[in-house]
């Protein structure tokens, strides 16, 4: 049998990208600030995380403005939904194994 944490996603183990998967895995999109109000996190700590998904493709970003104010608002890609589902899956495993 597998050992269940080895089926965990090394990127999602960060508290941090976790929620932000979860953010954007059940809402459409969101925006930088309306997701650093959520999860009560600072500009810098939620810019690195979101980065770190951004390089594995878990998330897209889009850039526009609104008046003369620049907004970036991010979603999570179908890699993206795939890995968090998967990661769930891991860890619904991990305790799992802890009951028996």
Not at 6 to 27: F, P, S, T, Y
Request: aromatic share 8%; glycine share 4%.
């Amino acid at each position: 049998m597998k050992n269940p944490f080895e089926q965990l996603d090394k990127v999602l183990e960060h508290r941090m990208r976790l929620q932000i998967m979860g953010v954007l895995v059940a809402n459409d999109s969101f925006d930088f600030n309306a997701l650093k109000d959520l999860l009560r996190t600072t500009d810098g700590n939620l810019a690195t995380h979101l980065k770190a998904l951004e390089r594995e493709e878990y998330i897209s970003i889009q850039k526009s403005f609104i008046g003369r104010k620049q907004n970036t608002r991010y979603k999570s890609t179908t890699r993206g939904k795939n890995a968090f589902k998967k990661h769930l899956d891991a860890l619904e495993g991990v305790i799992k194994s802890q009951r028996t």
